[in-house]
């Protein structure tokens, strides 16, 4: 219980909150439009469905003003760079903002499925009651307007049966017609948004997701339409609904029951999403800057397994370990930005991503910089790339911790790169201040090729540190997850020989995957009274299962080992 606090605590408080806040939203605008007297007569016209509909307009606004947030990559990495505005427990919050983003855009989705049904029956009442020529109050309510010093209360205007009544709203109303675009958007945003689009069709989900510029330019003029309406104030005061619902035919004969005026609510969306509107608009901003800033490519590396290095440098780039950047290749899309892992060092005097060739984009990167051909490619044909970042990931607070594993999956092994060429470079200069003085890494892979280009790296590190005669700070398990029966024959045949068959390293390479609960309690027992940082780069199923293992395995004692999780989210 005492790590899962120290783990999810302050993450689930956050949504407790969020939560919590959507809660009080609805109930409170809820009770407004069902209780409140300036909105009497509209219920009368519409029924409880108002209040229905008002209550999850006002948790969009609210969520609408979070959307852009935990998108706003510069404040975050800001934020994340500055110990006096985070602690490394809340630094851990930032790295989950791509959860968050879709949790608030979940209850977006919700929202509006709300207000979208209860609108419909609204509009469906308006419509009929417009139609209606009897005598009820519903009809009476709808013919106010008609004639001069009158104020209307139903928005529909126009006598016309549903449904062409309805469509006649929803298209030729500003309110109608922005509703239906920005829903149409939200439909096509989230839906491109799944896993599978993300992965297999990734343009398809970075076009659609710029819709957001419609939506939220709907959603600033989707109140001005004022459908909505309640009676004025100094209408209330003397036309009292309690006291004159019951004599509606006799409005305006009798002197304390006036006919009653309305107007429609004030827009209040803009109040509350121009602040993030105007804090994304810098966000942009910033981004375009900087990617009209030069990249020079120095130097392209073809690894096995269709993977490239890329060698860069700009001018004024800093970076951290295990930091990110967005590249855009002119030469293969004018628009598409695509995210990187940084596998350079900060020591090093340029800085440099992995690419692996699984889609069009890093097809067309590949065939761009010439690595479809056998003749070397001279330097002046190589793309331009424009670079926005770096951007800060959990893998900075590696050096916060006395000890720490490292787990990386497939191409998820990148950041660790960086950890470890920048454990390298301290190690060279005599790291007598480095607080780490343990990594445990782990590398799972299904393919021997995969191992071949950062090999070289590790056994840099291996020499490293028997040279130093510290051959224990790094202990690295590399996992093959899979192999047919010849592979296994050739393996079985070299295992006694003094390094690795696969890798050339001292460390054989272990078949099959990790028996996770017998590592960490492997770890626990060598580090008691330890804090002990889990880092992942990989799937989501290898997430859950590594979120488990350190709460199960970390003592409820505070003073015990305690492993915390952290794993990287671009």
Known sequence: MGNWVENEGLSIFVIFVWLALNVFLFVWYYFVYDIGEKFYYTRELLGPFLALARAPAACLNFNCMLILLPVCRNLLSFLRGSSACCSVRVRR????????????????????????????????????????????????????????????????????????????????????????????CLILIITSSTKTIRRSYFEVFWFTHHLFVIFFAGLVIHGAGQIVRGQIETSWKEHKPSICAKQFTEWGKKPECPIPQFSGNPPMTWKWVVGPMILYLCERLVRFWRSQQKVVITKVVIHPFKTIELQMKKKGFRMEVGQYIFVKCPAVS??????????????????????????????????????????????????????????????????????????????????????????????????????????????????????????????????????????????????????????????????????????????????????????????????????IGVFLCGPEALATTLSKMSISNSEADPRGVHFIFNKENF
Request: with cysteine; charged share 20%; net charge negative.
């Open 334 to 531: 004018m628009l598409e930005w695509h995210p990187f892992t940084l596998t350079s060092a900060p020591e090093e005097d340029y800085f440099s991503i992995h690419i692996r060739i699984v889609g069009d984009w890093t097809e067309g990167l590949f065939n761009a910089c010439g690595c479809d051909r056998q003749e070397f490619q001279d330097a002046w044909k190589l793309p331009k790339l424009a670079v926005d970042g770096p951007f800060g990931t959990a893998s900075e607070d590696v050096f916060s911790y006395e000890t720490v594993m490292l787990v990386g999956a497939g191409i998820g092994v990148t950041p660790f790169a960086s950890v470890l060429k920048s454990v390298w470079y301290k190690y060279c200069n005599d790291a007598t201040n480095l607080r780490l003085k343990k990594i445990y890494f782990y590398w799972l892979c299904r393919d021997t090729h995969a191992f071949e280009w950062f090999a070289d790296l590790l056994q840099s590190l291996e020499n490293q540190m028997q040279e130093r005669d510290n051959a224990a700070f790094l202990s690295y398990n590399i996992y093959l997850t899979g192999w047919d029966e010849t592979q296994a024959t050739h393996f079985t045949v070299h295992h006694d020989e003094e390094k690795d068959v696969i890798t050339g390293l001292k460390q054989k390479t272990l078949y099959g995957r990790p028996n996770w609960e017998n590592e960490f309690k492997m770890i626990a027992n060598q580090h008691p009274s330890s804090r």
């Open 93 to 184: 919050q930032l790295d989950r903002n791509l959860t968050f983003h879709k949790l608030v855009a979940w209850m977006i989705a919700l929202h509006t499925t709300i207000h979208t049904i209860a609108h419909l029956f609204n509009v469906e009442k308006a419509v009929d009651a417009r139609n209606d020529n009897g005598t009820n109050i519903q009809s009476v309510l709808s013919r106010l307007g008609d004639k001069e010093n009158e104020t209307y209360l139903n928005f529909a205007r126009k006598k016309l049966a549903n449904p062409g009544g309805g469509l006649y709203v929803a298209f030729t109303t500003l309110a109608g017609l922005s509703g239906v675009i920005i829903t149409l």
